[in-house]
């Protein structure tokens, strides 16, 4: 983000998205993580939420534009349609 956490109760408000399941998936930024991304990812582990990774520039080595497009969307897919999580592409 810009370097300021999130207050407090926008905290609380995610947390209760993953233990009251109002959310199919958690999406994250596997290339910028940090205590309150780490606590969110054992949260959502520990409630039966499927987690994937995204990235902000391209994975290397081995991606095109369309293929790690492709592998972030299948990802998802995935985590959606059958709750599977997804790390590293």
């Not at 520990?46 to 293929?67: F, N």
Request: hydrophobic share 40%.
């Amino acid at each position: 983000m810009n370097g300021v956490d999130p207050p407090p109760e926008d905290i609380t408000l995610q947390d209760r998205l993953f233990t009251e399941h109002k959310v199919k998936v958690f999406l994250y930024n596997e290339q910028v993580t940090d205590s309150i991304t780490q606590s969110f990812l054992g949260l959502a582990k520990a409630s039966g939420i499927p987690v994937v990774c995204v990235y902000e520039t391209m994975p290397t080595p081995g991606y095109d534009y369309q293929t790690w497009m492709l592998a972030e969307v299948q990802a998802l897919e995935k985590a959606v349609a059958s709750k599977v999580s997804t790390g590293r592409l």
